[in-house]
């Protein structure tokens, strides 16, 4: 769309130039105007936004003259809105509120003072543009979010919340306790038998916004002992302020349904261990659920624990979807948001506290280093971030099936592995083999040509 502002010129419309005369009437509507005086601008607009007229009004009115009104000396007649009109003597901008003159009717202007002989006076008045459909400040505030950072990274306290991260694995079928799946994720209390895995949301869905890729699938397979508990659940770094004297709000908000039939309400409750509830009964079908509390300083241990699923005596097995999961501080629940806004940093911010390396190929190299004996090479680990704190613990498979060191001619494979570590960045892992090593020559530790299951997890998880 290409629209101009032209000016009458006296005898036809202009495009605007800077010879052209700008004075008179300046208006912005659809058609052209059927008749114009001379410097009249017109802005050519659509026929759909409203229009609005700025007038000057402009005279000389006789000695004496006290009220303004009718057309001026260009046969502009005087229209105002009370209150948005703008009076000049002169050149000099009088004031409504000292006074200097009254205007109330819209059509007419009465001056305090009396015109003198050879005065200017000159009324700039603007109309007014009607708006419908308008919110109020009430009315806003009920329907809108206040964008106080809820839109921006961090907000959202669990890491992985949107279960996109799985360096362990993809499916975990278990009966131990502490034990990790998605990460960041893992099982604490009772030795209960459980599946835990990655599903994916079909392309195209609608039932949970945002289009997320995947949601986690938690199922117990047996109903809890008396005088146990089991829980689904995340530690969260958190600052000691959070528990202060000072409470803080915080919104926990995630999407669940069963994967088959109903769960009762209060089959499981959520929170944490000082506050918890329970939830509507769950169904097939995606639901939101949010739970809003106040944080005590008996609820700091070093780190924050949420229950995601916290199943006490006495409850049956379930099989439930989760999706979207978002803790913030606030009382409400906002848009779903990963901790990091990015699936790199998303990965990284897991990296912190859980690195795996996997082999992709045959003979595959972890580290690299020497022989420090006969029997026993030193090798060193770059990790790609910098972990929460120096690891002390690594995991790997059956060592004697998928770990070798070369040193470029011959192949042994290893008996043991270990971790030597005194860095965040950087760890030290020993390998033990029966015999054959030359000492201090360059050694690599690789997964075996065989081995497609090899694998080095480093843990800093609170």
């Known amino acids: 769309m290409a629209k101009k502002i032209r000016v009458w010129d006296g005898s036809a419309w202009q495009d605007v130039a800077p010879a052209l005369p700008y004075t008179a009437v300046h208006s912005a509507q659809a058609s052209m105007p059927s008749t114009a005086v001379d410097g009249q601008i017109w802005l050519d607009t659509d026929a759909s936004v409203p229009s609005t007229t700025v007038t000057r009004w402009y005279k000389l009115p006789a000695a004496g003259t006290t009220t303004l009104s009718g057309n001026d000396d260009n046969s502009i007649p005087l229209a105002y809105t009370p209150g948005y009109e703008q009076v000049f ?123 997320p890729l995947y949601f986690c699938r938690v199922t117990t ?43 009762a309400a209060d089959t499981f409750t959520f929170g944490d261990l000082i506050y918890s509830t329970g939830n509507p009964t769950i169904t097939t079908s995606w639901q939101k659920i949010i739970y809003t509390y106040t944080t005590s300083s008996s609820s700091y241990m070093g780190f924050y624990p949420i229950y995601l699923i916290n199943l006490a005596s006495g409850k049956p097995a379930i099989s439930i979807d989760i999706a979207n999961v978002q803790l913030e501080i606030g009382n409400q629940a906002t848009q779903f948001q990963t901790a990091t806004g990015t699936i790199q940093g998303e990965l990284a911010a897991c990296q912190r506290y859980y690195f795996r390396s996997y082999a992709n190929s045959a003979y595959q190299r972890f580290s690299q280093g020497m022989a420090q004996s006969t029997t026993g090479v030193y090798t060193i680990m770059n990790l790609p971030v910098e972990m929460r704190t120096i690891p002390t613990a690594i995991d790997y498979p059956t060592v004697s099936s998928n770990f070798c060191v070369w040193d470029g001619v011959t192949i042994t494979n290893c008996t043991a592995l270990g971790i030597d570590a005194n860095s965040k960045n950087v760890i030290g892992i020993t390998g033990t083999v029966s015999s054959g090593l030359t000492q201090y020559r360059y050694y690599q530790l690789m997964a075996q040509g065989s081995s497609t299951s090899a694998y080095i997890g480093v843990s800093a998880e609170l």
């Open 221 to 263: 397979n047996a109903a809890i002992s008396s005088g146990q508990s089991w829980a689904f659940m995340q530690r969260i770094e958190a600052p000691a302020d959070m528990f202060a004297e000072a409470s803080t709000t915080l919104t926990l908000s995630f999407w669940v349904k069963a994967v088959s039939g109903t769960i």
């Open 89 to 211: 003597l002169n050149g000099t901008l009088l004031s409504r509120s000292a006074a200097d003159y009254t205007a109330t009717t819209g059509t007419s202007i009465v001056l305090s003072s009396a015109i003198v002989a050879g005065d200017i006076v000159e009324v700039i008045c603007p109309l007014q543009i009607t708006t419908t459909d308008t919110y109020t400040q009430s009315a806003a505030n009920n329907k809108f979010v206040q964008n106080t950072g809820y839109f921006a990274a961090g907000k959202n306290k669990i890491i992985n919340g949107d279960f996109g991260v799985w360096q362990r694995g993809n499916s975990f079928t278990s009966s131990s306790v502490n034990e990790y799946s998605a990460d960041r994720w893992r099982t604490e209390g009772y030795s209960l038998s459980t599946v835990i895995s990655r599903q994916s949301f079909a392309p195209g869905q609608t039932d949970v916004p945002n289009n």
